[in-house]
């Protein structure tokens, strides 16, 4: 009788261990480029909770002690929208911001959006334009399309048409609503510049 169990408890241990590996796996923190790609992506509160919230004390320390950008700013949208823990919107812009400050094009993109917006902060178009900018000039497509869109409504400075211009005019997508919007960014953008400055916006990104 014994004997015939012993194959079965011997599966069900094994059953167990390879659950035990399964467990080990998901808990196993992201690296910074993943964790990026995930933001880029906004799949980064998303993969959180997939994780069943398991990494929250780890990502904590990334953020508050260590001070990684990436992970700051994953910490700040998790306290912001109270994803896996209490919410807390000071703390979680707090946390965006030290992202921000650090130079990730994600966060300022985020915090620039929510200041054009007006959400979870003051709406305060011309500190979007400063954020935007500077995530637009580290190459953050979005950051880009959403600057051009102030730029159009009249914010901004005129002596940044160019940049802006520049940039979407070399934008690559595969997204035919992305580009749809490049295209109707660039025809509003030609209506507030000088012929000469269209142009020269149109130059190689390269030169």
């Given at each position: 009788m014994f004997k015939s169990l012993f194959p079965l408890m011997l599966l069900s241990a094994m059953a167990g261990f390879a659950s035990a590996q399964e467990e080990l796996k998901a808990?196993?923190?992201y690296s910074q480029d993943e964790l990026i790609r995930m933001i880029n992506n906004n799949a980064h509160l998303d993969r959180v909770v997939q994780d069943r919230c398991q990494l929250v004390q780890d990502i904590?320390?990334?953020a508050k002690t260590l001070m990684v950008p990436a992970y700051q700013f994953l910490w700040g949208d998790m306290l912001a929208w109270g994803v896996c823990v209490k919410r807390d919107v000071e703390k979680g812009i707090y946390?965006?911001?030290e992202a921000a400050e650090q130079g990730l094009p994600a966060a300022l993109e985020q915090l620039g959006r929510y200041h054009?917006?007006?959400?979870?902060?003051?709406?305060?178009k011309e500190r979007a334009v400063v954020m935007l900018r500077?995530?637009?000039?580290?190459g953050n497509l979005k950051a880009q399309i959403q600057l051009a869109d102030l730029f159009i409504e009249g914010y901004g400075s005129p002596y940044d048409f160019v940049d802006a211009y520049h940039w979407l005019y070399n934008a690559v997508t595969g997204d035919d609503a992305t580009h749809k919007k490049i295209a109707n960014c660039l025809a509003g953008l030609e209506k507030l510049m000088h012929p000469k400055a269209v142009r020269e916006a149109r130059r190689p990104l390269d030169s």
């Amino acid at each position: 009788m014994f004997k015939s169990l012993f194959p079965l408890m011997l599966l069900s241990a094994m059953a167990g261990f390879a659950s035990a590996q399964e467990e080990l796996k998901a808990v196993q923190l992201y690296s910074q480029d993943e964790l990026i790609r995930m933001i880029n992506n906004n799949a980064h509160l998303d993969r959180v909770v997939q994780d069943r919230c398991q990494l929250v004390q780890d990502i904590e320390a990334r953020a508050k002690t260590l001070m990684v950008p990436a992970y700051q700013f994953l910490w700040g949208d998790m306290l912001a929208w109270g994803v896996c823990v209490k919410r807390d919107v000071e703390k979680g812009i707090y946390y965006m911001n030290e992202a921000a400050e650090q130079g990730l094009p994600a966060a300022l993109e985020q915090l620039g959006r929510y200041h054009a917006q007006g959400k979870l902060v003051q709406q305060d178009k011309e500190r979007a334009v400063v954020m935007l900018r500077e995530a637009a000039s580290l190459g953050n497509l979005k950051a880009q399309i959403q600057l051009a869109d102030l730029f159009i409504e009249g914010y901004g400075s005129p002596y940044d048409f160019v940049d802006a211009y520049h940039w979407l005019y070399n934008a690559v997508t595969g997204d035919d609503a992305t580009h749809k919007k490049i295209a109707n960014c660039l025809a509003g953008l030609e209506k507030l510049m000088h012929p000469k400055a269209v142009r020269e916006a149109r130059r190689p990104l390269d030169s």
